[in-house]
């Protein structure tokens, strides 16, 4: 029976680790698109405010919004290569 698992647990990693990350990479962009859109709907009302002040604040809010959207989409993308990391040590450990 512990053989079994051990055998089971090995073909699951195996599966996920011939992946090759492409669902990440679509799920990341995807992220990164949406914080993009967010983005660029604040700087088109930064260009369309008279106060120089508010016009300011939006486009620094865009900013941090597409620098959020790197992370997250750059964290997603990382988080494939910490589960095979992970993986490869469950393997080893068996």
Avoid: P
Avoid at 6 to 33: H, P, R, Y
């Amino acid at each position: 029976m512990n053989r079994m698992y051990k055998i089971a647990v090995v073909a699951a990693f195996v599966g996920l680790a011939a992946c090759g990350g492409k669902g990440d990479d679509s799920l990341g962009s995807n992220v990164e698109q949406a914080y993009d859109n967010q983005a660029d709907a604040l700087d088109a009302a930064a260009d369309n405010t008279a106060n120089e002040a508010t016009s300011d604040a939006l486009e620094n809010r865009a900013d941090a919004l597409r620098d959020e959207g790197d992370r997250k989409s750059d964290a997603i993308d990382d988080a494939d290569v910490n589960a095979a990391a992970v993986n490869s040590a469950t393997v080893n450990a068996m």
